[in-house]
């Protein structure tokens, strides 16, 4: 089966990606949106932050995927499942996979490959970059027979309001690599009304996200072992994405990348430091910057949660926690929410 990508436009209601990306840089300190990281390159040099070995979440949440995700599939028993950010989708496969197989098991027909064809099964991944959102639909749909892949083009929010304006069957969304985290909490309560307003009643919401463990640990995880620089080229990226959008002069030269752990808000904070005195111009936005020496430029919050934190804020959307599996260590966990009545 072919995939198909659908460019989904921001409904009126949405704030206009410029107007974010100029709201978020007049903010103290500055800060860009998560998704202005991910262009192709972006999308690239986060792989290889997956790959870093100090770098637990990728590996941790694809082991707990591995073993649970029969269990996972069969919970959420939905024919649509929709993902929030999906990037290359490596670990969503195993979901998948389960999903199908339990699809064939449960309609029986003459063969098993004619039986996946008939009855398919859809996979809607939302993403901002597109290049990773081809690449990874066409590989899914090379392997796994039977899967329908219609990639949505977009932010988060426009995925989900096509999905509301194209309704099918049973839906679920998966929102894994611990993206919820990636965000501050008013933006993570718009959001979750957001998918509260397209799952309808009994339908599943899983979340993965990482666990608090302490400054060490997490100033360990989020920065560069010696000799790497994927996390450094990956906060850089911003910049370089601020130049090529909006023509702005930012010397790459002229920042430090590096991450510090809030404890106050349990956040992990990506940040650039400015390492001499500037006035950078971003001509598409029409405005300047004035960033002294030493100031700071946010590029991505990781938000830590503990469960009752987690299934507290969740649950104030119509949300009730269904199930959840941790690690062994309790560092990493996949929640699996079920929407009911408000
Ligand atoms: C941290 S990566 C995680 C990728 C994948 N889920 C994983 O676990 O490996 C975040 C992904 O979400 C996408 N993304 C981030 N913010 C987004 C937004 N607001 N709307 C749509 N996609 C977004 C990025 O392009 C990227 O592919």
Redesign the pocket.
Same mark, same amino acid.
């Given at each position: 089966m072919r995939a198909r990508i659908i460019p989904v436009a921001d409904s009126g209601d949405t704030v206009p990606e410029d107007t974010v990306v100029r709201d978020l840089l007049r903010e103290t300190p500055p800060r860009l949106?998560?998704?202005l *990281? =991910?262009d192709e390159t *972006?999308?690239r040099l986060?792989?290889r932050i /997956?790959e870093l070995p100090i770098y637990h979440l /990728?590996r941790v949440?694809r082991r707990l995927l591995e073993r649970h995700s029969p269990e996972i599939a069969k919970l959420l028993a939905c024919e649509r499942l929709a993902? +929030? #950010?999906? #990037? !290359?989708?490596?670990? /969503?496969r195993l979901l998948l996979e389960s999903h199908l197989r339990l699809h064939l098991r449960r309609r029986p027909g003459p063969t098993a490959a004619a039986t996946a064809t008939a009855t398919a099964t859809a996979y809607l991944p939302?993403?901002?970059?597109r290049s990773?959102l081809e690449t990874s639909a066409a590989a899914l749909c090379a392997d796994l027979d039977g899967l329908e892949v219609t990639g949505l083009w *977009?932010? =988060?929010?426009? #995925?989900l309001e096509w999905l509301r304006t194209h309704p099918g069957g049973p839906l679920a969304v998966a929102f +894994? #690599?611990? *993206?919820f985290g990636?965000a501050t909490r008013a933006e993570r309560d718009a959001l979750l009304g957001e998918i509260a307003r397209t799952l309808g009643r009994g339908e599943g919401l899983l979340l !993965?996200a990482d666990l608090d463990k302490g400054r060490e640990a997490l100033e360990t995880c989020y920065n560069d072992p010696p000799g790497h620089s994927a996390f450094a080229d990956f906060r850089l990226n911003y910049l370089t994405r601020l130049n090529d959008r909006y023509g702005a002069d930012f010397a790459l030269d002229d920042f430090v990348p590096d991450a510090v752990y809030n404890a106050e808000t349990s956040t992990v904070e990506g940040r650039l430091r400015a390492l001499t005195d500037q006035e950078v111009s971003v001509p598409g936005l029409g405005i300047t910057l004035g960033l002294p020496r030493g100031a700071l430029l946010n590029v991505g919050y990781s938000v830590k949660f503990d469960e009752q934190r987690l299934a507290r804020e969740v649950g104030a959307h119509g949300f009730a926690l269904r199930s959840r599996w941790l690690d062994e260590e309790a560092r990493y966990g996949l929640f699996l929410f079920r929407r009911h009545e408000d």
């Open positions: 949106p998560p998704w *990281g =991910y *972006g999308s986060f792989e /997956t /990728t949440e993902e +929030l #950010g999906s #990037g !290359s989708a490596k670990k /969503t939302i993403d901002v970059d990773m *977009g932010r =988060y929010e426009a #995925g +894994l #690599g611990s *993206g990636n !993965s």
